[in-house]
């Protein structure tokens, strides 16, 4: 009786196991007997675990979205099958990156559409949206280099999002600590934001600047029936600020479409207000940039099309939810740190959006649970910054 009790008990703490070989990587982190290699580095998260396994997951998601080389996966059921002993000694290495030429012609398709030039040209559309903070940090920098280079096709943002890239060309933003004490910070004229501080003086010298502006606009709009939208208010905010820097300089000057629905949710808001008073008139129409909006996703076709998304709340949804009119992206990164159990929209892993038809069942998502200042960066530099020359040689399509 003693024995059988204690072969069951072992039986069930040494229960079988089913063989993950071939089918699974090995968990083992970056070597640095080896020197340090930063690429390399990089690399070895895949089979680091936990969130920098799923940063490297996001690198190839984004690297097949922009259709470059992947060499380490498998994708089946929208779940990531890993054929490689180790980053550096892969058993299969397969072609993932996606262009039109890889599917057939619809029947009714144009003659460009079926010229094998056209379809090898034509990539994946990429939607790229961030909340306002990321702005306001140094992040900025890496969003206006991939807008710079047209290396995305739509962007979604906050109006903090707009108006700190504008404030940006006009004067600083600071470090500063996250346990800086409000009303001392209120005193001086700083504003904090997280463990950064904007003085106060930066929106004053920004109403300077963008209240003329709203005057022209105003002109005409009487005068020449221009109907506003808030994407072109950014158009020309890009346009007048003329900055290298600005992310919205760039996406003028190489005609990236920026939308950001909630445009009075900010001190750009406080400046249409402020002018609504000193020279009533202007007019902004939200109608016509909802059209325009699910209509980048709409007549995407026949690209694909990804999603990255930095952050949660509008940014997110704006872009989902314009996917949704297509019947889902292909593509899918998260990069945030809010969690599902409130239900927030912002906190919903990918697959919630499957259920809703923003995201299709057999699409290409991951999330990455991370402060994406940490993440984003890092994501770049393995995908669109590693391959600035190719985007030189094949600019998107305007679809």
Same mark, same amino acid.
């Given at each position: 009786?003693?024995?059988?009790?204690?072969?069951?008990?072992?039986?069930?703490?040494?229960?079988?196991?089913?063989?993950?070989?071939?089918?699974?990587? /090995?968990?083992?982190?970056?070597?640095?007997?080896?020197?340090?290699?930063? %690429?390399? =580095?990089?690399?070895?998260?895949?089979?680091?675990?936990?969130?920098?396994?799923? =940063?490297?997951?996001? #690198?190839?998601?984004?690297?097949?979205?922009?259709?470059?080389?992947?060499?380490?996966?498998?994708?089946?059921?929208?779940?990531?099958?890993?054929?490689?002993?180790?980053?550096?000694?892969?058993?299969?290495?397969?072609?993932?990156?996606?262009?039109?030429?890889?599917?057939?012609?619809?029947?009714?398709?144009?003659?460009?559409?079926?010229?094998?030039?056209?379809?090898?040209?034509?990539?994946?559309?990429?939607?790229?949206?961030?909340?306002?903070?990321?702005?306001?940090?140094?992040?900025?920098?890496?969003?206006?280099?991939?807008?710079?280079?047209? /290396?995305?096709?739509?962007?979604?943002?906050?109006?903090?999002?707009?108006?700190?890239?504008?404030?940006?060309?006009?004067?600083?933003?600071?470090?500063?600590?996250?346990?800086?004490?409000?009303?001392? !910070?209120?005193?001086?004229?700083?504003?904090?934001?997280?463990?950064?501080?904007?003085?106060?003086?930066?929106?004053?010298?920004?109403?300077?600047?963008?209240?003329?502006?709203?005057?022209?606009?105003?002109?005409?709009?009487?005068?020449?029936?221009?109907?506003?939208?808030?994407?072109?208010?950014?158009?020309?905010?890009?346009?007048?600020? $003329?900055?290298?820097?600005?992310?919205?300089?760039?996406?003028?000057? $190489?005609?990236?479409?920026?939308?950001?629905?909630?445009?009075?949710?900010?001190?750009?808001?406080?400046?249409?207000?402020?002018?609504?008073?000193?020279?009533?008139?202007?007019? #902004?129409?939200?109608?016509?940039?909802?059209?325009?909006? $699910?209509?980048?996703?709409?007549?995407?076709?026949?690209?694909?099309?990804?999603?990255?998304?930095?952050?949660?709340?509008?940014?997110?949804?704006?872009?989902?939810?314009?996917?949704? /009119?297509?019947?889902?992206?292909?593509?899918?990164?998260?990069?945030?740190?809010?969690?599902?159990?409130?239900?927030?929209?912002?906190?919903?892993?990918?697959?919630?959006?499957?259920?809703?038809?923003?995201?299709?069942?057999?699409?290409?998502?991951?999330?990455?649970?991370?402060?994406?200042?940490?993440?984003?960066? !890092?994501?770049?530099?393995?995908?669109?910054?590693?391959?600035?020359?190719?985007?030189? %040689?094949?600019?998107?399509?305007?679809?």
């Amino acid at each position: 009786m003693e024995d059988k009790l204690f072969a069951n008990v072992h039986s069930t703490v040494f229960k079988e196991s089913e063989t993950l070989e071939g089918k699974s990587a /090995m968990i083992e982190g970056y070597d640095f007997n080896g020197g340090v290699n930063y %690429q390399g =580095l990089l690399k070895s998260f895949i089979t680091t675990g936990f969130q920098a396994s799923n =940063l490297g997951d996001a #690198i190839e998601v984004v690297n097949q979205m922009v259709g470059f080389l992947s060499q380490h996966f498998l994708f089946v059921d929208s779940r990531i099958v890993v054929l490689c002993v180790s980053i550096s000694h892969c058993l299969l290495e397969l072609k993932l990156d996606w262009r039109l030429a890889h599917v057939e012609p619809v029947e009714d398709a144009s003659d460009e559409e079926k010229d094998p030039v056209y379809r090898e040209s034509v990539r994946c559309k990429v939607f790229l949206g961030f909340t306002s903070n990321l702005v306001s940090s140094g992040v900025r920098d890496i969003i206006r280099f991939l807008v710079e280079h047209h /290396m995305v096709d739509v962007v979604v943002t906050t109006t903090g999002g707009i108006e700190e890239d504008l404030i940006k060309c006009l004067a600083p933003t600071y470090r500063g600590d996250f346990s800086l004490p409000g009303a001392q !910070l209120r005193a001086k004229g700083l504003n904090r934001i997280g463990n950064l501080l904007v003085p106060n003086d930066n929106y004053c010298k920004f109403e300077d600047w963008i209240i003329p502006i709203f005057d022209k606009m105003l002109e005409e709009q009487s005068k020449e029936k221009v109907l506003w939208t808030p994407s072109k208010l950014i158009a020309r905010m890009g346009k007048e600020i $003329n900055h290298e820097s600005s992310y919205l300089y760039w996406a003028y000057k $190489n005609n990236v479409s920026v939308y950001c629905p909630g445009l009075t949710d900010g001190s750009l808001g406080d400046m249409l207000y402020f002018h609504s008073f000193r020279n009533p008139g202007l007019v #902004i129409d939200v109608v016509q940039d909802i059209r325009a909006m $699910n209509g980048e996703a709409v007549h995407a076709a026949p690209r694909k099309t990804g999603m990255i998304i930095l952050g949660g709340g509008l940014p997110k949804h704006h872009i989902c939810n314009a996917n949704m /009119m297509r019947n889902g992206a292909d593509y899918a990164v998260f990069i945030n740190t809010a969690q599902e159990f409130d239900g927030s929209d912002s906190g919903a892993h990918p697959d919630e959006a499957v259920s809703w038809g923003k995201i299709r069942g057999s699409a290409k998502t991951v999330k990455v649970h991370c402060d994406a200042t940490i993440a984003f960066p !890092l994501l770049v530099a393995e995908t669109f910054a590693a391959r600035t020359k190719e985007f030189g %040689q094949a600019k998107p399509l305007m679809i």
